[in-house]
């Protein structure tokens, strides 16, 4: 039995230590852990697929995703960019007065507990992308395993202890650690001064009001729920209907609907519906969800919303069988309109819902009732005008994708994986370069000697990072490697 407090503990010592600090060691250590679970992969992709049901072609992809992502983080903390080094020299002639000499950076937040989640054994659990943020920020991590997948959970989560190990990292940067009581208490410790969490609407808000609730309140990254709206002009539909269809089912295929960037609505006009049904009648592979309690949590929101006045099904619908099928159902935007809470079931698995309108007027009625969501999808031709509509989806969403389906999520510079409430509770991307800025907080230091300062921002630059002084950019790359 761990002692959640004796791993806040060890963790705390890491941190104040400052043993992690260096954005060399956070290279060293996040490469180490890439190549160590490369060297593992085919263990632990069979692994993957006895615990998740999920198809061996699809956890190698996830665990190259993966591999990927703590290489890019790496490259991203000794890159440095996302410290904010800046130095604004002492200057007696500032416009409003003598100026100081004030130095700021981004500095980690302390420990940070990290939540896997059910639908991502790889990318978003042991060593996935929160995790790999946290390190890369310099913060110790104490992961809570989810209980789908836990005998993969501890395999990974040796692997990165071995690696971190093998580069001569503290041994408790990193910890595992079971159980939802557990999970309760590292939220509520004290030493612990973030929470990043990827998983369900009703989970993330509980464990997110207990983090409000501390005496010291602290940042909670929830990714909860979205549904992701999709809205089709009649233009597009005219001019590309069966690629429509056939991209529209195969995102809402992938995964079996267990993809938090799931298309759940579907706007379109008017008959578009019957073309969507008739392409899903060839084509679909029905597969176990991810667990039997995922499984009961889709049929009761899948039978909920089936039920309910103006909403038919088209194709699919409850089964008896343990694999789900494919299950469309369909309303009409005067229902929407009228019951604008539609927009915010979601239905996790493989069901989606095609609203049909009349009037292309329609759509920007109902984007204004989509609460916030990860992703909002347009597909429209280059020649209409769409904007009225592209400005309130990007009101509400966290990434707009054009003429293509949200269900990709490239770990790169421009991603932003995250949205309003409650698609996440802080707005913040756990994807891309920027997931690392979740992990830190900036201090500015006035007047300290240059021996007592953090490295980052002292005039000799000996991390050869990227500082702003005095206004200006300076960057040690342009005049060679680090």
Not at 74 to 87: M, S, V
Not at 283 to 311: C, I, K, M, N, Q
Request: aromatic share 6%.
């Amino acid at each position: 039995m761990i002692d959640i407090d004796d791993v806040a503990q060890a963790a705390d010592r890491v941190h104040r230590a400052g043993t992690w600090r260096s954005v060399a060691a956070r290279k060293r250590g996040l490469d180490a852990v890439a190549a160590t679970l490369e060297s593992h992969r085919r263990e632990l992709v069979d692994l993957a697929a006895d615990e998740t049901h999920l198809a061996p072609a699809r956890l190698e992809g996830e665990l190259t995703r993966t591999i990927f992502q703590l290489g890019f983080l790496g490259d991203e903390a000794i890159g440095g960019t996302h410290l904010g080094a800046t130095i604004d020299h002492s200057d007696a002639s500032w416009g409003m007065g003598p100026r100081p000499d004030l130095r700021s950076v981004a500095q980690p937040i302390g420990v940070v507990a990290v939540f896997g989640a059910s639908n991502f054994p790889f990318a978003f659990s042991v060593a996935g992308g929160d995790t790999a943020a946290a390190l890369a920020a310099g913060c110790p991590v104490v992961h809570k395993a989810h209980p789908a997948h836990p005998r993969l959970a501890r395999r990974t989560a040796d692997i990165v202890v071995e690696a971190l190990r093998s580069i001569g990292a503290p041994e408790a940067l990193f910890a595992l650690v079971e159980g939802h009581d557990e999970g309760v208490q590292l939220v509520q410790h004290p030493l612990v001064k973030a929470v990043a969490f990827t998983g369900s609407t009703s989970a993330g808000r509980a464990l997110f009001d207990l983090a409000s609730a501390r005496r010291e309140p602290i940042p909670f990254f929830g990714e909860l729920g979205s549904t992701n709206p999709a809205f089709v002009t009649p233009a597009a539909w005219e001019r590309r209907a069966g690629a429509i269809a056939d991209g529209y089912l195969a995102s809402v295929r992938l995964g079996r609907g267990q993809f938090c960037t799931k298309p759940g609505f579907l706007a379109v006009p008017a008959g578009a519906s019957a073309t969507i049904a008739a392409a899903a009648k060839a084509g679909d592979e029905p597969a176990l969800l991810l667990t039997p309690g995922l499984r009961d949590g889709y049929e009761t929101s899948l039978s909920d919303f089936a039920g309910l006045a103006g909403v038919e099904i088209l194709e699919g619908g409850a089964s008896a069988d343990a694999a789900p099928p494919l299950t469309l159902l369909s309303t009409t935007a005067e229902t929407v309109i009228a019951q604008p809470d539609l927009l915010e079931r979601e239905m996790f698995g493989p069901a989606s819902v095609i609203v049909e309108y009349d009037d292309a007027t329609q759509l920007e009625q109902l984007a204004p009732l989509i609460g916030g969501q990860l992703t909002a999808t347009v597909h429209a031709e280059s020649d209409e005008d769409v904007a009225g509509l592209l400005g309130v989806l990007a009101e509400r969403s966290g990434r707009i994708v054009w003429n293509d389906w949200p269900t990709g999520v490239s770990v790169s510079f421009a991603q932003n994986h995250g949205g309003p409430y409650p698609a996440t509770t802080t707005n913040t991307t756990s994807v891309g370069a920027a997931a690392i800025d979740r992990f830190q907080r900036r201090v500015a230091y006035q007047g300290v000697p240059s021996n007592l300062l953090p490295p980052e921002i002292r005039d000799e630059n000996p991390q050869r990072i990227p500082q702003r002084v005095d206004g200006s950019l300076v960057d040690p790359l342009a005049e060679g490697d680090r």
